[in-house]
């Protein structure tokens, strides 16, 4: 069964990058579309944008300047968001999916908040 | 960008009965739209794909039904593990939107 696991500073210092990993375990990163989701507290969800494990990008672009979605040969996914403000303080999720499509499916990883803040 | 308006944002029901959610797309979006639940602290769970197809492992209570900008999603016998919020996503084109949510409360 495949699983998803986001990992990162849960805290980061406005202006500075907010960098997290998601660790895909029990499958691969081929031949699948990822993407990254978040969620301010209390508040909806945002799709942030997918990356295709050829490595393949497209980015919201509301976030398109600052953001970067990477896949490495290890299962291994990753987001950069830069000059982080508050309005960044949110929980991100990875997700399978979301991305060519498709919508993001049963495969997501149980989020982990980022808080920005001085 | 395609905004997706759902309706209701929140309502009350009661165990046993019919709940219907609707969602509306800014433009056609053909059946490019799942619908999603998420329960407090977790990860939004896929119910409904490409409009109509059933997510394995979901119970048969839930449904979804519509095409190009009105899309509804109904749960036909409401059950107390239903409680939660429901969200719309249309991946038809770039950026994949959701709908603001709505959120179902035990009446």
């Known amino acids: 069964q495949m699983q998803l696991q986001e990992s990162g500073p849960g805290l980061v210092r406005p202006s500075e990058t907010l960098s997290l990993t998601c660790a895909v375990s029990?499958?691969?990163?081929?031949?699948?579309?990822w993407s990254w989701i978040r969620q301010p507290p209390g508040r909806g969800l945002e799709w942030i944008g997918y990356?295709?494990?050829?490595?393949?990008t497209t980015y919201n672009p509301s976030l398109r300047s600052r953001v970067t979605i990477s896949v490495d040969t290890s299962n291994q996914l990753s987001l950069k968001l830069n000059s982080v403000t508050a309005a960044d303080t949110a929980v991100y999720y990875c997700?399978?999916?979301?991305?060519?499509?498709?919508?993001?499916?049963?495969?997501w990883g149980q989020g982990t908040l980022v808080t920005v803040s001085s | 960008d395609i905004q997706m308006t759902q309706s209701p944002s929140s309502l009350s029901a009661s165990v046993g009965d019919r709940v219907t959610i609707t969602c509306r797309a800014s433009?056609?979006?053909?059946?490019?739209l799942a619908w999603y639940q998420q329960k407090p602290g977790k990860a939004p769970k896929r119910l409904i794909y490409?409009?109509?197809s059933l997510q394995g492992g979901v119970p048969l209570r839930f449904s979804g039904s519509g095409s190009g900008t009105e899309f509804t999603l109904t749960i036909s016998s409401l059950q107390p593990e239903d409680f939660a919020t429901y969200y719309c996503?249309?991946?038809?084109?770039?950026?994949?939107?959701f709908g603001q949510g709505t959120k179902v409360e035990i009446k």
């Open positions: 029990g499958g691969s990163v081929s031949p699948y579309f």
């Open positions: 997700a399978r999916g979301g991305g060519g499509d498709y919508s993001p499916d049963e495969f």
């Open positions: 996503l249309q991946h038809n084109s770039y950026p994949q939107t």
């Open positions: 990356i295709f494990y050829s490595g393949r």
């Open positions: 433009q056609g979006i053909r059946n490019d």
């Open positions: 490409a409009a109509s």
